[in-house]
């Protein structure tokens, strides 16, 4: 890896790294809870409490905690279902705020690149004025941005 390569994915894990340090407990909590639940695991686990249940109470017949059609087992799920619900919600929000972020960046080294295209442009031209030539046929940063906006009026 070239050295500026480097010190750029350096940069990168810098970043990564400063982002995990300032979430919050709820934050955490929420990525870890989200991360458990969507995990196989966890599915097994509830089919596994679910047939439990269900086997348990049809198996007591008259004498049921929770007879059929198991009103505490659904009042118990509905209630995992929201908080469940919740924690995704906040792991989603937080990634929504890094992935913008991230799009900030992304559009800065796009900014800077084009700003180098543009004196590298201006550079071949002054090249090709010295030695007489015609410089070869770029598109511009206008021209360009005249496609992206008949782009946007054709969706």
Request: aromatic share 8%.
């Amino acid at each position: 890896m070239g050295d500026p390569i480097r010190r750029n994915v350096q940069a990168m894990i810098g970043l990564e790294r400063d982002d995990r340090k300032k979430r919050t407990f709820g934050e955490r909590m929420g990525d870890r809870i989200t991360r458990f639940t969507g995990s196989l695991l966890f599915v097994f686990m509830h089919v596994c409490f679910i047939a439990t249940w269900i086997g348990g109470n049809l198996a007591c017949r008259g004498e049921a905690p929770d007879p059929f059609p198991f009103i505490f087992l659904n009042l118990f799920l509905s209630a995992e279902a929201i908080f469940l619900t919740s924690f995704v919600l906040i792991s989603q929000n937080r990634m929504s705020r890094q992935e913008e972020r991230w799009a900030q960046i992304d559009l800065l080294v796009n900014l800077l690149a084009e700003e180098e295209a543009a004196e590298t442009r201006a550079g071949v031209k002054a090249i090709c004025d010295r030695l007489g030539i015609v410089p070869p046929r770029l598109a511009d940063s206008d021209e360009l941005r005249r496609v992206a906006e008949e782009l946007d009026r054709k969706e």
